[in-house]
């Protein structure tokens, strides 16, 4: 099990990538998220033919903005080449597909939606409500072999995801979360609440501007990671 982020800024920080990434399951490539910054990348590095599955953490801009182009892309560069959307919910499959059908007329064209159960060892983590106010947000969990990976997607409420994990049978688990250093930004996990859990897990901060880290941060940064960029 690989991962590779595509980028690993906030929302307001282009400069860096809005945060997504791409990872080898079962020998299939998912990409973790299509922020507006995605396409451009998967266009520069020649990866878009190799998009099996596209997975969405939640439906705000910087984690699903080019979407529809990515799918435009595969099905007029790619041959007809359909990515397939992985859905948690049959209400998040709704929502993905009217956010679609709007850019696209009709988005079945240009993708096929099959639950996320389709990919063994993925399963997901329902974080509604703990990221924006009655806003619908996921974290996703994918295991292989001795392996367990942790996609936080954009959570503020980290305990939220750890007193989760903490039920689950032990494996090696390193856990990718997104990070603030503003302890006024509440939408996301605070820096001082994930260093709570160091202790536990092998964690990784996304989704910031690396340049804020204050001196007392011990989360390493997905951004200093050469081998976890592209
Ligand atoms: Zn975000
Ligand atoms: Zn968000």
């Known amino acids: 099990m690989q991962i590779k982020f595509l980028g690993t800024g906030g929302a307001f920080e282009p400069a860096y990538g ?33 998009l099996d599955y596209i997975l969405l953490t939640h439906l705000h801009n910087d984690h699903c903005g080019s ?52 990919i063994t060892g993925l399963t997901f983590l329902d974080t509604y409500n703990r990221h924006s106010t009655n806003f619908q947000t996921y974290s996703f969990i994918l295991e292989e072999a001795e392996e367990r990976l942790v996609y936080s ?24 979360h997104d990070i603030s250093f503003d302890p006024e930004n509440k939408g996301h996990a605070f820096y001082t609440d994930l260093m709570a859990f160091q202790n536990q897990y092998t964690l990784f901060g996304y989704h910031c501007d690396p340049t804020q880290q204050p001196p007392d941060n011990t989360v390493p940064l997905v951004f200093h990671q050469p081998g976890l960029c592209y």
């Open 153 to 176: 997607g954009d959570l503020g409420d980290c305990a939220f995801l750890f007193a989760y994990l903490a039920t689950l049978p032990e494996r090696t688990t390193t856990v990718y």
């Open 18 to 50: 809005n945060s997504a990434a791409l990872v080898e399951l079962q020998g299939k490539n998912l990409l973790l998220d299509a922020g507006f910054t995605v396409y451009p990348k998967l266009i520069q590095r020649n990866l878009w033919h190799q």
């Open 67 to 118: 979407l529809a182009n990515i799918l435009l892309h595969c099905f007029f560069y790619g041959k007809g080449k359909r990515p397939v959307i992985l859905y948690p919910t049959e209400t998040f499959r709704q929502q993905i597909l009217s956010f679609l059908n709007f850019q696209l007329k009709d988005a079945t064209i240009y993708t096929e939606f099959k639950p996320l159960t389709e």
